[in-house]
């Protein structure tokens, strides 16, 4: 084989391990996912399975990165091209409700499930996701000053805003997956739109 071949190899395995260790840890948790169920699973060893990430640790870690690309393929990725104000908050949201309403995760909003893991665990990987959510939240408060600049006021500060909105997707992934309720979506649609002060 050549090197190549060999490394793209390499890449699908890679790729094939990430994928399905995100989707057992949406259902068991970062933590709650063993080298050995998923290596069965894989039908690999488990020094295969780990040893393109060097540790279960990195091999985590590239679950949670590789769930926040499905979350911005899915919500962000879409608003390229389209300047900030109002319709783009609007669709941000309609994005965001869509992706919690079909989740690609069966345990629901990875990042959600995540946050309430790993809030109270020190480590690298509590590290990570803070960094990214806090990211989202200054990302997400920018949205809405932008799209509050255009709309008439008084506004509630954007940050604020940003926090309600958050708070109201995390009401709404508990809606949709614990309590299975089919109004939930668009409940959180409306909610979200009336919270950030766009037109009904």
């Known amino acids: 084989m050549s090197p190549r071949h060999s490394a793209a190899e390499a890449a ?36 295969g399975l780990v040893g393109p990430f060097g540790s279960r640790e990195r091999l985590l870690m590239a679950a949670l990165e590789q769930a926040c690309q499905v979350f911005r393929a899915a919500v962000v990725d879409p608003l390229e091209g389209l300047p900030p104000g109002p319709e783009r908050l609007a669709r941000f949201i309609d994005g965001w409700v869509d992706y919690l309403a079909d989740c690609p995760f069966p345990g629901g909003c990875f990042l959600t499930a995540a946050s309430s893991e790993l809030d109270g665990r020190p480590g690298p990987l509590r590290d990570r996701l803070r960094e990214i959510v806090a990211a989202g939240r200054r990302a997400l408060a920018a949205e809405v000053a932008a799209a509050q600049a255009a709309l008439p006021g008084p506004h509630r500060p ?22 299975e309720d089919p109004s939930a979506a668009a409940r959180a649609r409306e909610a979200m739109r009336h919270a950030a002060g766009l037109p009904a």
Request: no cysteine; net charge neutral.
């Open 12 to 47: 699908r395995t890679r790729e094939r391990i990430v994928r399905a260790a995100v989707l057992d840890a949406s259902r068991l948790g970062l933590e709650g996912l063993t080298v050995g169920s998923l290596a069965q699973r894989l039908d690999m060893s488990k020094a």
């Open 158 to 179: 954007a940050e604020e805003v940003a926090t309600t909105l958050v708070g109201l997707s995390m009401a709404a992934n508990q809606e949709i997956q614990l309590l």
